[in-house]
C-alpha cells in the first residue's frame, strides 16, 4: 500500500473511533442544542467514513473494518466529561487527517485538508461549549 493510501487507511481508523465516541458522548449531553451539534459531528464522520471506504476502493487499497468497540480515552461519565471526549475525537480524526495531508496530492490533499480544517473547527466549537480556555489550537492535528 502507498504511503497516501495508508494515510487515508489511518484516517478511516479514526473515523470509525469518532462514530463510535459520538455514540457515547451523545447518551451524556442534557441540552438539544448539545444533543443535536453531536448528531451533526456523527454525521459528517460516517460521510467522510463512507466517502474514504469508496475511496480507497477505487484504489483498489484494502479499508479497514470498524472494531467492534474502542478504548475510550477516558472514563465518560457526565456532561464536561462527554465535552472533552467530543474533543478528544475530534483532535484525533485531526491528527490522522493531518498526516493525510502531507501524504496526499491532488483532489486527496485537498480533501484531507477539507477534513483537517472540519475537525479543527469542530473541536474549537466544542472548547466554546464546554468553555475551556484556549478555544484554539496553534497547529489543528498536532499533539501538544
Same mark, same amino acid.
Given at each position: 500500500?502507498?504511503?497516501?493510501?495508508? $494515510?487515508?487507511?489511518? /484516517?478511516?481508523?479514526?473515523?470509525? =473511533?469518532?462514530?463510535?465516541?459520538?455514540?457515547?458522548?451523545?447518551?451524556?449531553?442534557?441540552?438539544?442544542?448539545?444533543? @443535536?451539534?453531536?448528531?451533526? $459531528?456523527?454525521?459528517?464522520?460516517?460521510?467522510?467514513?463512507? =466517502?474514504? #471506504?469508496?475511496?480507497?476502493?477505487?484504489?483498489?487499497?484494502?479499508?479497514?473494518?470498524?472494531?467492534?468497540?474502542?478504548?475510550?480515552?477516558?472514563?465518560?461519565?457526565?456532561?464536561?466529561?462527554?465535552?472533552?471526549? /467530543? !474533543?478528544?475525537? @475530534?483532535?484525533?480524526? =485531526?491528527?490522522?487527517?493531518? #498526516? /493525510?495531508?502531507?501524504?496526499?496530492?491532488?483532489? &486527496?490533499?485537498?480533501?484531507?485538508?477539507?477534513?483537517? !480544517?472540519?475537525? =479543527?473547527?469542530?473541536?474549537? /466549537?466544542?472548547?466554546?461549549?464546554?468553555?475551556?480556555?484556549?478555544?484554539? &489550537?496553534?497547529?489543528?492535528?498536532?499533539?501538544?
Amino acid at each position: 500500500m502507498s504511503d497516501a493510501n495508508t $494515510a487515508l487507511a489511518a /484516517a478511516l481508523t479514526a473515523e470509525h =473511533a469518532a462514530i463510535f465516541g459520538y455514540g457515547v458522548v451523545g447518551g451524556h449531553l442534557d441540552s438539544n442544542a448539545a444533543k @443535536e451539534t453531536a448528531r451533526r $459531528a456523527d454525521t459528517a464522520h460516517r460521510t467522510r467514513r463512507d =466517502a474514504l #471506504v469508496a475511496r480507497l476502493a477505487s484504489l483498489s487499497a484494502t479499508a479497514p473494518p470498524a472494531a467492534p468497540a474502542y478504548t475510550l480515552p477516558f472514563e465518560v461519565t457526565s456532561r464536561a466529561s462527554a465535552y472533552k471526549l /467530543a !474533543i478528544a475525537l @475530534e483532535e484525533g480524526t =485531526a491528527e490522522a487527517w493531518r #498526516v /493525510a495531508v502531507a501524504a496526499t496530492t491532488g483532489d &486527496v490533499r485537498k480533501i484531507a485538508l477539507d477534513a483537517l !480544517i472540519d475537525c =479543527a473547527v469542530r473541536a474549537t /466549537a466544542w472548547r466554546r461549549t464546554a468553555k475551556l480556555a484556549p478555544i484554539t &489550537v496553534p497547529f489543528p492535528g498536532v499533539r501538544s
